[in-house]
């Protein structure tokens, strides 16, 4: 059987993503995020997985404001690193595993959350940061990954509540795949960030570490907090954090914090990274 035996998150930050690829983790500025990560490159080693579930956002790469589905599966082999402008990131291309994706969809889809299902997908910073952060930069990524894709750009963005719920629904979907796979369930963005108007730069560091706190222990006191305390307290990016529950929701009830790692700031973004493991 499939398992899922640990989640992740993490911050993707395109400029982390620059830095790397332009040689600058070693300045003074970068040094401190990257070292980190050390913990989660040693311990991705030691704790292999088959396939990562990746919770990301498209920030308007793959999707442009003509389609924007809340919730997509990557069914795809592959999926390309995006040109968000500056070509694309020289990294490898993103490995799918169809038949577990076509298995999550199926399995999600009749437990009633109606996903959508995408069969050819760039994958952009929101995907492909967090696999630097954590893999650094091999000559093709160690584990297959299935992008799950979340709508935070444009309003209404899901509750916090439904992704939860959502990642509850995955975590029975890989419980009933007959395959022997070891499962990583990673949520990306945030943590708290405004990168536009009159309170761009926000960054709220009080709130940010509450998020910390309480999401291992006690997540049922996050998924609460609806859309206007994200915006208010935790800038209009800050909304991507709903995407760390769909993370959360796949992960036993109790777990173990192994990394709890926090960093202000990269770029405009306040940078939180967990590691949680099943018991
Ligand atoms: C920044 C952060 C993000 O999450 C993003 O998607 C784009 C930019 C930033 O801090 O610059
Ligand atoms: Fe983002």
Avoid at 130 to 141: D, I, N, Y
Wanted: charged letters at 20%; one cysteine or more; proline letters at 8%.
């Amino acid at each position: 059987m499939a398992r899922i035996y640990a989640g992740l998150s993490t911050s993707h930050v395109p400029a982390i993503g620059a830095a790397l690829d332009n040689g600058k983790s070693h300045e003074p500025y970068w040094r401190p995020l990257f070292q980190g990560y050390e913990f989660a490159r040693q311990w991705i080693l030691d704790n292999p997985p088959d396939v990562v579930i990746l919770v990301y956002n498209d920030h308007a790469t793959a999707f442009s404001l003509e389609i924007i589905p809340t919730f997509a599966l990557g069914c795809a082999e592959q999926f390309a690193p995006a040109d968000e402008g500056w070509g694309p990131r020289p990294v490898p291309v993103v490995k799918g595993d169809s038949r577990f994706a076509a298995h999550i969809a199926q399995s999600v889809i009749l437990d009633e959350f109606d996903l959508t299902i995408v069969n050819r997908m760039d994958v952009d910073h929101g995907l492909t940061v967090p696999l630097s952060l954590v893999f650094g930069a091999p000559e093709a990524w160690p584990c297959r990954v299935i992008p799950l894709a979340v709508n935070v750009v444009q309003y209404p963005a899901p509750t916090g509540n439904r992704c939860f719920n959502l990642g509850r629904a995955i975590r029975r979907a890989v419980e009933t795949y007959p395959q022997d796979l070891r499962v990583m369930v990673w949520g990306t963005g945030g943590m708290s960030h405004q990168l536009q108007g009159p309170r761009a730069g926000l960054i709220n560091q009080p709130w940010d570490n509450r998020f910390l706190d309480k999401i291992g222990p006690d997540p049922q006191s996050l998924v609460q907090i609806g859309h206007l305390e994200y915006l208010r307290e935790a800038g209009s990016e800050g909304i991507e954090l709903v995407m760390w529950l769909i993370m959360r929701g796949a992960l036993d009830e109790k777990v173990r914090t192994v990394r709890r790692f926090y960093h202000v700031p990269a770029s405009n973004t306040a940078v939180g990274h967990l590691i949680l493991e099943n018991l």
